[in-house]
């Protein structure tokens, strides 16, 4: 058992982030950043799962996803984080210094403690279980309008999805494509009256009812949707280049059921402007506390947040 005054639970831009601020202030964090084989905790965070990232500040000519992931883990250890490649299985946050375990979560020991912890879990997008989606996550594929929608220029695709995120989606990506096809299961939406009105209105945008995604085509990028009317069974090929999944999100927070208050949509409940949670010591920042931007800069920026919240509760838990 090694104790630490903070560990990090999470590697994606809030966590690296997290990670610089607190190495520079001499707090020798410890990040625990997952492991490659889990859906849930993937090191690096979603953009691993990118190609090309442009909106990220101080890149003029864009960046792939996976290398500015490399180059925060190494700006972290360069000023003294250490990161070990693992999963967290269980924690416990009841008394200080916090507990935590990597391995068999029945064992009495814990495998680390620290004065400190800050979660940087981040969210997943639900997706469809489609083999696919693996192979062209990245290539025309997308969970994310505002992070792609501008490679899309000119090009027909499609969003799947009937809910206020899918609408908000379709409405964006118009500013771009040529024509945007909503495949949507049933033969009504789920999102607020106001949000269907703006997408019936739109005249980019086309709606595909009853209908569901047997599968996405293309070997090395989408070449097309295959899809199936729920009613008929009728199968046929919707002709897009890309395709993007809006099916709802969901935060890596099962690790810190009962323990971390939760909204009813499992995300982190973080103070006004801050990242406290309702366990004095424990900080939360990125996407498993942000249901509303979902950006790699705005993930960034509460990962400073929460360091520097963590470093002042240091300060004035030492008086």
Not at 121 to 137: P, Y
Not at 197 to 206: G, M, S, T, V
């Amino acid at each position: 058992m090694s104790h630490h005054q903070v560990i990090i639970i999470g590697s994606g831009p809030a966590g690296l982030t997290a990670a610089i601020y607190t190495a520079r202030a001499d707090l020798a964090p410890l990040v625990i950043e997952g492991e490659p084989s889990s859906d849930s905790d993937q090191p690096g965070g979603q953009l691993m799962l990118t190609t090309e990232v442009e909106n990220f500040p101080g890149f003029p000519e864009g960046v792939m996803g996976p290398q500015l992931m490399t180059d925060m883990r190494s700006q972290a250890t360069r000023f003294g984080a250490e990161i070990v490649t693992a999963k967290v299985s269980r924690v416990d946050f009841s008394e200080r210094p916090f507990s935590i375990w990597i391995g068999n979560p029945e064992m009495t020991e814990p495998t680390h403690t620290a004065d400190t912890v800050i979660v940087s879990t981040g969210a997943r997008s639900v997706m469809l279980g489609l083999e696919a989606e693996q192979r062209l996550i990245g290539h025309g594929l997308s969970t994310c309008a505002t992070c792609d929608g501008f490679f899309f220029r000119d090009q027909e695709i499609a969003v799947v999805g009937g809910g206020d995120s899918a609408l908000e989606e379709a409405g964006f990506l118009t500013k771009f494509a040529s024509k945007v096809t909503i495949v949507h299961r049933r033969d009504e939406l789920r999102a607020s009256k106001i949000m269907q009105n703006r997408a019936f209105d739109n005249p980019k945008i086309e709606f595909l009812w009853n209908t569901i995604v047997d599968d996405i085509l293309g070997e090395s990028k989408v070449e097309g949707l295959a899809v199936r009317d729920t009613l008929t069974g009728e199968a046929r090929t919707l002709a897009v280049t890309g395709v993007f999944i809006a099916i709802g999100h969901r935060p890596n927070t099962d690790l810190f059921a009962d323990q971390l208050d939760m909204d009813e949509a499992g995300y982190l409940v973080t103070g006004a402007d801050r990242s406290t949670t309702n366990i004095e010591g424990v900080f939360a920042c990125g996407d498993v506390q942000d249901h509303t931007y979902r950006q790699a800069i705005t993930a960034a920026a509460s990962g400073c947040m929460a360091a520097i919240d963590a470093e002042r509760w240091l300060e004035s838990s030492s008086d």
